[in-house]
């Protein structure tokens, strides 16, 4: 017979069997669910659907091997040639689709400047690096089938872009593909990834692949960018027939996840942590018992080490006891008033409650900050954190927030923070200026909002006289965005001469597991005149209440911790949207400050609150982007203070500013995509 005919004869037979096969498993989940009748019977009918969809996918895994053997038989009897693909070819390809060819072995790890492992039980590996226009991956992971990593605009699979390779008799394939949902991925018209390498050994499969920052195929592949990326990964325990079809990469069952990963994170300074003159101390809490509430805020104080001279601190890292990684939202340090001996309680205490010291009190410019996702952060190296010195702290006070919205009871935690020093003092102080909202209740985010965006405000009135005291910008070399679960986005917009001259962070695709303090280079400077607004882009289809700012995961928050130098004395620049004018869009005139906003004026609404009346308001998505336009045309109350004790320099700190303006951005001249 002829190649095609062969090829015709042997998609008969495995249409044929996988057609019998699927008919047999809808009789059976027919069957299972006949005769339900309450609740038990439902909950014992979906085990046995569970079971049935093992058989299943144990059937069709023997109709794989099944097809083999019928096709090697085939090429015994010279019915079908050895080596060719069902269109003919001798590379596997189809439509022109030409994978390429193994052209080296192992790579060197080294090599790369970022890893992350995807799953749990450390069987898939991803190294990657990239450099203005590429990015490069090596996919190492723990299978003889194919293997797949995906780009995903929210952590699922409809609308990723996907890529899948595999190696089979010493052959390397990578494919271009598209999710349309829960199904296979479609072959993209044209394929933008280019395969470097690809080989197996008796446990894994590893390959070397790279594609454009910006593909050229806007349609079907998604641009990377400095955001966070939802990655999408899978393996199967078996190679594809074919490139696409029925023969095509099948389902790869629980061998699937999604990690949330900044890929273009700027690479860690280097720092030689067995150099004699780094030391270390640990700030631990002693073995606490998580209060078992949704949200507690933890703090105890501690002594800094007694220094002869200045020393430089130049890496922070935390310390999370194993097993209670999910209870961790946060920890920060702060630094308490210079000459304050803020005591140190034997387990501590909770933190913002009326019984805790009152020198904790004086403790409230930031010193080091770690949030869920992040890791370690190093300075450059020509900055420091300053310790030592007669204007640096002699305590600190370590603040954990607890996240226990299971309620769990009796579990103890010894995390902390670890902070690296030296006595090598380098050229510069660091900084750091938290701007953003306010944190208080009068920060509401409406329930049913696609996308509702808040804005503070870091005002020149705040700003330009510290700037003036120092003589000279300041240099912006690291930020960390900060909101919490309904937060999708958050950017800080630099404004010079009412245009939008940088970002000092920006995240398009926030996500709240993931907090990483974010290198910045080249360094960007902020000069007098300057002004900073900060936007956080919420949702909350899912939502019913208003969300307020607070605390708690559940409440929000919208900020960005700048790290800076040189030195000056501000901590905070941030601003609050008056909650007089928000109670106009309810009808309601005037209102207590503090939550849940009795209400003044008019009397016919007396004794009531302002919470009650938002919640009562019949919110749509119309009418949350209705309240968003109306929340930005209000004026907002400016807070500007540095360190305890320090003199202010400004004014601004509790006085009314209208927002400020839009600012107006440079035209870009060419969208083109370099190489397309």
């Given at each position: ?318 310390i999370i006891q194993p097993g209670n990684e999910a209870l961790l939202h946060h920890i920060l340090i702060y630094q308490c008033k210079r ?264 009397a016919s609404m007396s004794g009531q609150t302002l919470y009650d009346v938002m919640n009562a308001h019949p919110w749509t998505s119309a009418?949350?982007e209705r309240f968003d336009q109306f929340t930005r045309q209000g004026r907002v109350l400016g807070y500007c203070y540095g360190p305890a ?32």
């Amino acid at each position: 017979q002829s190649q095609g005919s062969c090829e015709r004869w042997w998609l008969v037979i495995v249409t044929m069997a996988t057609f019998a096969t699927f008919l047999l498993a809808f009789a059976g989940i027919g069957s299972l669910f006949a005769d339900v009748r309450g609740q038990d019977q439902y909950l014992n009918a979906l085990s046995d659907l569970r079971q049935l969809v093992t058989d299943i996918d144990g059937t069709l895994q023997e109709l794989k091997a099944d097809v083999q053997d019928i096709k090697a038989a085939l090429q015994q009897q010279n019915i079908c040639t050895q080596g060719n693909s069902i269109d003919g070819t001798t590379t596997g390809g189809t439509d022109g689709i030409t994978p390429e060819l193994l052209i080296s072995g192992p790579p060197a790890v080294g090599e790369f400047t970022h890893h992350a492992v995807m799953d749990e039980n450390d069987r898939y590996l991803l190294l990657w690096k990239f450099d203005s226009e590429t990015i490069t991956f090596e996919a190492q992971v723990q299978t003889t089938g194919f293997v797949g990593l995906g780009f995903s605009p929210n952590g699922g699979m409809t609308g990723s872009d996907v890529i899948i390779g595999w190696v089979k008799d010493g052959q390397a394939y990578i494919t271009d593909r598209i999710a349309e949902g829960y199904f296979q991925p479609r072959l993209d018209a044209s394929q933008d990834v280019e395969l470097l390498s690809g080989y197996e050994n008796g446990t894994h499969t590893v390959l070397r692949f790279r594609r454009k920052l910006r593909p050229c195929d806007t349609v079907d592949d998604r641009e990377i960018t400095e955001d966070t990326q939802r990655v999408i990964w899978a393996f199967s325990d078996n190679d594809p027939v074919d490139l696409d079809g029925f023969l095509g990469p099948r389902y790869h069952g629980f061998n699937r996840g999604t990690k949330s990963i900044i890929l273009l994170q700027k690479e860690e300074h280097d720092l030689d942590l067995q150099d004699s003159s780094i030391l270390t101390v640990d700030f631990i809490n002693p073995n606490v018992v998580i209060p078992s509430k949704d949200t507690t805020y933890w703090c105890n104080a501690f002594r800094l080490p007694d220094l002869d001279r200045k020393h430089h601190m130049i890496r922070f890292e935390p310390i999370i006891q194993p097993g209670n990684e999910a209870l961790l939202h946060h920890i920060l340090i702060y630094q308490c008033k210079r000459g304050v001996a803020a005591p140190s309680l034997s387990e501590g205490h909770e933190c913002y409650h009326p019984n805790m010291p009152g020198e904790w009190g004086d403790c409230y410019t930031i010193m080091a900050a770690w949030a869920v996702g992040g890791g370690a952060f190093t300075y450059p190296d020509h900055v420091g954190f300053s310790l030592g010195t007669d204007d640096d702290p002699d305590y600190i006070l370590l603040e954990t927030h607890y996240d226990n919205p299971n309620f769990l009871h009796g579990v103890r935690d010894s995390s902390g923070m670890r902070l690296y020093y030296t006595p090598n003092a380098r050229q510069y102080d660091a900084g750091i200026l938290e701007s953003g909202i306010r944190v208080t209740s009068s920060h509401i985010v409406p329930p049913q909002a696609e996308s509702f965006d808040s804005a503070g405000f870091c005002f020149k009135e705040c700003l330009t006289p510290y700037l003036q005291q120092l003589g000279q910008p300041i240099h912006v070399f690291a930020s960390m965005l900060h909101a919490h679960l309904l937060g999708t986005g958050v950017r800080t917009k630099l404004v010079r001469d009412g245009r939008l001259e940088t970002y000092l962070g920006r995240d398009e695709n926030y996500d709240f597991d993931l907090q990483e303090t974010r290198i910045i280079e080249p360094e960007i400077d902020i000069k007098e005149g300057d002004e900073l607004i900060t936007e956080c882009r919420y949702r909350s289809t899912h939502m019913r209440t208003t969300t307020h700012g607070g605390l708690s995961s559940r409440d929000e928050m919208c900020q960005n911790y700048l790290q800076y130098y040189p030195r000056i004395k501000l901590d905070y620049c941030n601003s609050l949207t008056d909650i007089n004018h928000l109670a106009q869009f309810f009808g309601v005139q005037s209102v207590d400050w503090s939550f849940p906003f009795q209400i003044y004026s008019p009397a016919s609404m007396s004794g009531q609150t302002l919470y009650d009346v938002m919640n009562a308001h019949p919110w749509t998505s119309a009418e949350a982007e209705r309240f968003d336009q109306f929340t930005r045309q209000g004026r907002v109350l400016g807070y500007c203070y540095g360190p305890a004790g320090s003199p202010s320099l400004s004014d601004a700190n509790g006085q009314f500013y209208n927002p400020i303006p839009e600012p107006t951005v440079l035209a870009i001249n060419s969208t083109a995509i370099p190489g397309c």
